[in-house]
């Protein structure tokens, strides 16, 4: 399948950094991912999707350190139902504002990409969610994950090989823009999570959980190592709670987190719901390994955790992965 050709952006770099995806990162880039042996992850507030998000995002993107100038940048929001009014898909108003923000900070390219992991008409998704109205010349920049053409990514776990979209193999930085929810299977669903969208479901079938028979969390953690030159921002001005991915109650939580370190990042959010990252299985799996979950090893920049926590309403069955 031939795709388009990408719209370059016309922004001015003010940031420069990130080597290529092939041989990972070198110790040095290791290292720059966090501050002293911690990882570094930014709270922005922010009440309603009319607030000045490109702002919040500016504040903390640069806390973070992020570095895009003269880089190719995959942005992939969180795109799962046909609803726009429920908490189940990455607002179009983050969408923009994350889109308009990476131009500015000198990315040559942004696109975007969405792959659903329940339903097989990406674009018509896309729409409802109101992305099209969002994102200038929408056509010329979106990629459907799912129809995308493929690349083989060898040592896909002990499995030998996975098969993924060349749009997020040949970009600089995959940002993985993810919904702040609740997940009746794996307690929360969040940055890491979204990576699932990564998955061509045109090759793996509708929904790919148990990629080459592994189980879900190791299935997270081995998407996660294989997109180490990632970063994560999460919407959480309204999230999901009592359910999710795709059914569930919605829950104001008036925060966008973000950070380099994904498990940080999402061990971040579990602090902000209510949740304990350690009994999160994925999380426990990274931690350590991918990144890092403690919390006295986590710089928060930005809001305390304790001055936005807003407890997530859990299924019964999962009160056990509650904070103490």
């Known amino acids: 399948m031939n795709r388009r050709e990408v719209l370059p952006l016309a922004a001015a770099g003010l940031l420069s950094g990130f080597a290529g995806w092939r041989g990972g990162r070198s110790d040095s880039q290791r290292a720059a991912l966090r501050t002293g042996g911690n990882a570094v992850v930014a709270i922005q507030r922010a009440s309603s999707y009319s607030d000045d998000l490109a702002g919040c995002l500016m504040e903390g993107l640069t806390a973070c350190g992020l570095e895009v100038a003269g880089k190719k940048v995959l942005l992939m929001p969180q795109l799962a139902a046909f609803d726009a009014t429920n908490a189940v898909n990455t607002h179009a108003s983050v969408l923009a504002a994350a889109f308009a923000v990476l131009g500015e900070l000198g990315a040559t390219e942004v696109r975007v990409g969405a792959g659903s992991e329940f339903y097989r008409d990406t674009m018509a998704l896309a729409e409802a969610a109101g992305y099209r109205d969002s994102i ?3 056509d010329d920049v979106f990629v459907d994950l799912n129809a995308d053409d493929v690349e083989t990514m060898a040592g ?6 996975i098969l993924l979209p060349v749009s997020a193999m040949r970009a600089d930085l995959v940002v993985s823009l ?18 699932f969208g990564l998955v061509p479901a045109n090759v793996y079938g509708w929904p790919p959980d148990a990629i080459h028979g592994l189980d879900f969390p190791t299935s997270v953690f081995e998407l996660t190592r294989i997109f180490r030159r990632s970063f994560a921002i999460v919407d959480g001005i ?24 994904l498990p940080a990042v999402d061990a971040t959010c579990c602090r902000v719901m209510g949740l304990d990252p350690h009994k999160i299985d994925y999380l426990k799996l990274s931690a350590g390994r991918q990144g890092i979950i403690e919390e006295g090893r986590i710089e928060q920049r930005g809001e305390a955790i304790e001055h936005v926590r807003s407890r997530f309403v859990l299924p019964m069955e999962q009160a056990e992965l509650r904070l103490a």
């Open 238 to 261: 309204v999230g999901m709670e009592n359910g999710g991915p795709l059914k569930g109650d919605s829950k104001a939580a008036g925060v966008l987190i973000m950070g380099r370190d």
């Open 156 to 161: 896909f776990s002990n499995k030998g090989q």
């Open 136 to 138: 200038p010349n929408f």
């Open 178 to 195: 993810a919904k702040m929810k609740t997940d009746v299977c794996s307690g929360a669903s969040l940055s890491m999570m979204n990576l």
